[in-house]
């Protein structure tokens, strides 16, 4: 063969690989299930599948959060008409073979209105709420390098959009503006998704965040980074750009990762204190001026309540402590009789002040009296923090979700509502028999309640299922409107046996 016939050759050969890839047929092996609801999560395995491409239900596409040559997770769009249909793969219009799917609505369980499956390995904070009820979730897998992803979800439960340019894990809580749009927080950055699922902006605070967005009264959102050239910011919610920025004093945060908080220094005054929690509890007002510094032997990473008359309330050991919005000065000191480290704080809209123990107790305390409202025993350890329903009228925690008991059984993952005048238990949920016995879930941070206190969000993640090669997180509705009142037997504590410190 001569010089010129080789190159020729070589020529054809080097010209016809990329046809031949581009036309490489994609092959479908299995999904996960052959019944799904719409927006049900759907996991596909097989070849070809290249590093791209659209997968159609009915010939709908849908959202893909996972892409790779052999395996795809995507959602059953919306649009897919129930009954039986099929799931195709299309990779620069090479279709796949047909695996028939099944399609149906999404059923209620009792209390548990829908089950979203999350495709994230992980879920470390609650949804956030945008005022249109959309909640907004930031997972986030080791699998890939701790790939972030962002899902919008509608009050319903179907999914709206899935946003995967968040750089990486989430770092702080996902916070909703007035208008909709979702602030999440991730290694040094803070992004504004808007909520049709665009990135609006993202804000580099060349060191690693703090703390989640917080949405002034105007709108500005502010938030922290630790120790180095940023520190406590605000920034303009349309642009991202910032307005100030206070690093002057020296703020270290190790495990932070909590919600901003934004209140008022006076009973019946405006919003006009930031607080952020690093080594310390600090203090800035909105513009900018650092105020002070206080709780400087708690441990890192509380999120203070704040009273209606700017009061700070926060747990220090079995302690629990209230501080001054003006200087951060020493107010009281409620020291616990079981010497069990209490939870944060919630505060209803009455200021009674709500906490779990790590004994397996809750309590209500008010505020105004410094006085035991009531103490139950539930004699159940590893209790989250509880959250209160805007209307005041119910107490939730949930735990659950481990095997490191006494006696080493495992204690299944669940959530328990009481009913906040005298702490009488309304009901008893467990998650793991209503979702799946197969497998095992924790519930991860307190619950998100909806603004018209029907509905509880709780984000938890799936413990010991079969080989990692599916992992995928949960967000349980479940619905408050209702009451079935009962008692499981707990017992009442002392309510006097509080001592109180003052200055």
């Not at 989640?212 to 502010?222: E, H, K, L, M, Y």
């Not at 005298?422 to 009901?427: D, H, R």
């Given at each position: 063969m001569t010089h010129r016939s080789k190159s020729i050759l070589a020529v054809s050969i080097l010209c016809s690989l990329p046809v031949a890839a581009a036309w490489a047929q994609p092959a479908i092996t299995a999904i996960n299930s052959d019944l799904l609801p719409r927006s049900g999560r759907l996991s596909i395995t097989g070849t070809g599948f290249g590093t791209e491409g659209t997968v159609l239900v009915a010939d709908s596409?849908?959202?893909?959060?996972?892409?790779?040559?052999?395996?795809?997770?995507?959602?059953?769009?919306?649009?897919?008409?129930?009954?039986?249909?099929?799931?195709?793969?299309?990779?620069?219009?090479?279709?796949?073979?047909?695996v028939p799917l099944d399609v149906t609505t999404r059923q209620a369980d009792g209390r548990v209105r829908w089950i979203f499956e999350i495709d994230s390995e992980f879920i470390d904070y609650r949804p956030a709420e945008a005022p249109d009820g959309t909640l907004y979730v930031h997972g986030y897998s080791?699998?890939?390098?701790?790939?972030?992803?962002v899902f919008a979800i509608s009050p319903d439960g179907a999914l709206l959009w899935i946003q995967k340019e968040?750089?990486?894990?989430?770092?702080?809580?996902?916070?909703?503006?007035?208008?909709?749009?979702?602030?999440?927080?991730?290694?040094?950055?803070l992004t504004r998704i808007s909520p049709a699922g665009e990135i609006d902006w993202n804000f580099d605070g060349s060191v690693g965040i703090a703390a989640?967005?917080?949405?002034?009264?105007?709108?500005?959102?502010?938030?922290?980074?630790?120790?180095?050239?940023t520190g406590a910011v605000a920034l303009d919610p349309a642009t991202g750009e910032l307005l100030w920025s206070n690093a002057e004093h020296t703020m270290i945060c190790s495990g932070c990762s909590n919600e901003l908080r934004l209140g008022p220094s006076t009973t019946g005054g405006p919003i006009d204190r930031m607080y952020v929690y690093w080594?310390?509890?600090w203090a800035f007002s909105l513009d900018g001026d650092f105020l002070w510094q206080g709780f400087a032997d708690q441990d890192p990473g509380h999120e203070v309540g704040i009273g209606s008359d700017g009061t700070l309330y926060a747990p220090h050991g079995?302690?629990?402590?209230?501080?001054?919005?003006?200087?951060?000065?020493?107010?009281?000191?409620?020291?616990?009789?079981?010497?069990?480290?209490?939870?944060?704080?919630?505060?209803?809209?009455?200021?009674?002040?709500?906490f779990v123990s790590d004994s397996g107790s809750i309590d209500a305390f008010d505020s105004q009296t410094q006085t035991s409202i009531w103490h139950h025993d539930i004699e159940l350890a590893y209790l989250r923090r509880p959250s209160v329903s805007p209307d005041g009228g119910i107490f939730l925690t949930s735990g659950g979700g481990t095997c490191n008991t006494p006696s080493g059984d495992c204690v299944i993952s669940?959530?328990?509502?009481?009913?906040?005048?005298?702490?009488?238990?309304?009901?008893?949920?467990d998650l793991d028999e209503i979702w799946d016995p197969e497998f095992r879930s924790i519930t991860w941070d307190h619950a998100r309640v909806s603004a018209d206190s029907r509905t509880a969000y709780f984000t938890g993640f799936i413990l010991g299922n079969g080989d990692g090669s599916d992992e995928r997180s949960l967000l349980w509705a479940i619905e408050l409107g209702e009451t079935d009142i009962f008692?499981?037997?707990?017992?009442?504590?002392?309510?006097?046996a509080w001592s109180m410190t003052v200055p």
């Open positions: 596409p849908s959202w893909v959060s996972t892409w790779t040559d052999t395996r795809i997770v995507a959602y059953v769009p919306e649009e897919a008409p129930l009954g039986s249909t099929s799931v195709v793969v299309d990779v620069g219009g090479q279709q796949s073979n047909a080791l699998e890939g390098g701790g790939e972030g992803r968040v750089h990486w894990a989430a770092y702080v809580p996902p916070i909703a503006g007035p208008d909709g749009a979702v602030y999440v927080g991730s290694t040094d950055g989640s967005a917080g949405i002034g009264p105007d709108g500005t959102v502010f938030t922290a980074f630790e120790t180095g050239t080594n310390s509890l079995d302690e629990l402590v209230a501080y001054s919005a003006l200087d951060g000065s020493f107010l009281w000191t409620a020291n616990s009789p079981w010497n069990a480290y209490i939870s944060d704080v919630e505060v209803g809209p009455d200021d009674t002040l709500y669940f959530v328990k509502a009481f009913e906040t005048t005298a702490g009488q238990e309304l009901w008893h949920l008692s499981d037997g707990f017992e009442s504590g002392d309510t006097s």
